[in-house]
C-alpha cells in the first residue's frame, strides 16, 4: 500500500491521479484513497483530499451526507489552494468540482478565479496534468477564442 504522508516520487503522483479518476466512479476506491489522504503532508496531497471528499460525496446515498462531504471538501480544497495558490493542478480540481456540482448548491464562486489561474500557470504542470487540463477545459466550453488560444501555446 502506498503511504501518503512522507516524502512522493512522481510515480506517487502519478498514481494518486490514476486512483483518483478511478474514484469518480467507483465509490469503494473514493472510500479507500480518502482513507489513506488522512494526513497529507503537501498542498498537493491536501487538494486531492479535498477532490476526493467531493467524490464520496458524489457516491453517498443520504442527503445530509452528501452536503456534509461536499462542505469538507470546499473547506479542503480552500486550504490546499491557501497554502499553493498558484498551482494550477489544485485549482483545476477545485474548478472541475465547481463545475459538476449544481449551481443551486452556491459552490461555484470560485470558476472565474480559477479558471485564469489555471491559465496563468499551466505551463508549471507535468505535461500529464497539462494533457488533462487542457482537454478538461476545451470540452468544457468556458473558454474563450483568446483563453483556447493561451491554452494551446
Do not use: C
Amino acid at each position: 500500500m502506498l503511504t501518503l504522508t512522507g516524502s512522493y516520487g512522481l510515480e506517487s503522483k502519478s498514481d494518486i491521479r490514476k486512483r483518483y479518476i478511478q474514484a469518480i466512479d467507483n465509490s469503494s476506491v473514493a472510500e479507500v484513497l480518502l482513507s489513506e489522504l488522512a494526513t497529507p503532508a503537501t498542498p498537493m496531497l491536501l487538494g486531492y483530499k479535498g477532490a476526493t471528499e467531493a467524490l464520496v460525496a458524489k457516491h453517498a446515498w443520504n442527503p445530509y451526507t452528501k452536503l456534509s462531504y461536499l462542505q469538507r471538501s470546499r473547506r479542503t480544497l480552500n486550504e490546499a489552494i491557501r497554502r499553493d495558490p498558484n498551482n494550477p493542478e489544485i485549482r483545476f480540481l477545485r474548478y472541475s468540482i465547481q463545475y459538476y456540482v449544481p449551481s443551486w448548491l452556491g459552490y461555484s464562486g470560485n470558476l472565474k478565479e480559477d479558471k485564469s489561474q489555471i491559465l496563468l500557470h499551466i505551463s508549471e504542470a507535468s505535461p500529464e496534468v497539462k494533457e488533462v487540463i487542457a482537454g478538461f477545459l476545451r470540452q468544457s466550453g468556458k473558454l474563450s477564442p483568446s483563453e483556447l488560444a493561451l491554452l494551446l501555446k
